[in-house]
């Protein structure tokens, strides 16, 4: 079983503040993503990466950074967190060439 | 510019009777599609997927419909069970260069299904 693990399921942060969601995979998968969630609005991508220390823009990555030193550890970046990026943060890997991604529990973050 | 669409953000059904969630797309370019399901404060779960070359797949209660000509994909439940109840992701497949893909997501539909 693929199994994708997020460092924390609820945080609370206040605007302005450095915020750092840790994910890790253990199914030594090549690409790892991250995504948004939001009502109405369904999964954004973010960020993914298909190798080590690569990464790509998705669609909303306006705010963000992320840093992939290892390949089972992909870290998303909220430089100064702002009250839009309230939102539940999920991360996702996959197979290099595989179509399906094995998504994490999530993290829901409120920002203050 | 909306490539997924799901036009039902809710429905409710019977239990032991057929859910139908439907799900359109405008870019040809995706190669497979798939559906996840999500309950509240989880992530979700790979349900079932289809290649863009085929226009059914089946799994167990599951079965996914592709029409190309329509740009159209409708996932069946048969028979609906309470434990169903979740919302529905319909998601695109979009090959990004190399070995990545890049999944393109609906707007998600809650399916309630009534005891």
């Known amino acids: 079983d693929v199994k994708v693990t997020q460092s924390s399921r609820y945080l609370v942060k206040r605007t302005g503040e450095k915020v750092f969601l840790e994910c890790v995979q253990d199914?030594?998968?090549?690409?790892m993503f991250w995504y948004r969630q939001d009502p109405g609005l369904g999964l954004r991508l973010i960020y993914f990466?298909?190798?080590?220390?690569?990464?790509e823009k998705g669609d909303i990555p306006e705010g963000y950074s992320v840093s992939r030193e290892k390949k089972e550890r992909f870290s998303l970046i909220l430089e100064s967190a702002s009250t839009n990026q309230t939102s539940m943060y999920l991360c996702?890997?996959?197979?290099?060439?595989?179509?399906?991604?094995?998504f994490g529990p999530g993290t829901r973050l409120l920002v203050l | 510019d909306q490539q997924v669409k799901q036009n039902s953000p809710s429905l409710s059904v019977q239990e032991g009777r057929i859910s139908i969630l439907n799900c359109d797309y405008t870019n040809s370019m995706f190669d497979y599609f798939l559906w996840y399901k999500k309950y509240p404060a989880e992530g979700p779960t790979f349900l079932i997927s289809i290649s863009s070359i085929k226009d059914k797949n089946e799994d167990g209660r599951f079965t996914v419909f592709l029409n190309k000509s329509a740009k159209h994909l409708s996932l069946h439940i048969v028979p609906s069970q309470p434990g169903d109840s979740a919302v529905y992701f319909c998601a695109a497949s979009l090959p990004y260069g190399g070995a990545t893909n890049k999944l393109i997501f609906g707007t998600g539909t809650l399916l309630a299904v009534q005891p």
């Open positions: 996702a890997s996959g197979l290099a060439g595989g179509e399906t991604q094995y």
């Open positions: 990466s298909y190798d080590v220390k690569m990464k």
């Open positions: 199914m030594d998968h090549e690409n």
